[in-house]
């Protein structure tokens, strides 16, 4: 700076000195990722932050852990979110950032993992069975030969779906008409015992 005299005439400069702005905080990343309600199929996704910051919202992502395309989900506004749509017994990996009201993002908060619950069996003892399910089909595996009387298909709701007579000690491959739902599947077998799975049908 200099100074201006009462003549019109001005000092010469002073010295400089330097100063540097303050640097502006940065929108804060969510932390405490966790999850809560697995099922088969969904899971609840929570987050907190740390900050009096004003957010407008956050963007989620999340993959299966053994493909490397994310899937995302945007203009979340509460620190929750119920995540749909998953495949049984999978792991998952996900994160969340958060969008401020000034429009800036932060970065992700520290990615956190989970596994979807199985869709397996529903008894105690399941005598050595298991099943497995395609299109179409259902297939009961019987390695120690147990004799099957019959097999009833309910959906998750406890309304019986399809029954089969089957009165077998072998594999049983069933012919069905439901798809792309979770059933239980209901096997009785001599001596009035019966053994249930809970099944994905593709």
């Known amino acids: 700076m200099r100074s201006i005299c009462s003549a019109g005439d001005t000092s010469d400069w002073s010295d400089e000195r330097r100063f540097r702005t303050l640097e502006m905080p940065g929108c804060p990343a969510p932390t405490d990722l966790r999850v809560e309600s697995v099922t088969e199929t969904s899971a609840t996704l929570l987050w907190s932050l740390e900050s009096e910051f004003e957010i407008a919202g956050y963007l989620l992502r999340y993959r299966a852990a053994d493909v490397q395309v994310w899937d995302s989900v945007r203009d979340i506004t509460a620190m929750q979110y119920n ?84 009165r077998s000690d072998g594999n049983v491959i069933l012919t069905t008409e439901l798809s792309t739902q979770v059933a239980i599947v209901e096997i009785l077998l001599d001596a009035a015992q019966a053994v249930r799975f809970k099944l994905l049908i593709p």
């Open 83 to 166: 995540l749909t749509g998953l495949e049984p017994q999978t792991a998952y990996v996900w994160s969340v950032l958060s969008a401020c009201a000034d429009g800036r993002y932060s970065g992700w908060g520290i990615q956190s993992r989970f596994e979807s619950e199985g869709a397996g069996n529903e008894t105690g003892d399941p005598c050595g069975l298991f099943l497995t399910a395609s299109k179409g089909q259902i297939h009961v595996m019987n390695p120690s030969a147990v004799q099957i009387e019959r097999i009833r298909v309910y959906n998750l709701s406890g309304t019986m779906m399809e029954e089969y007579v089957v």
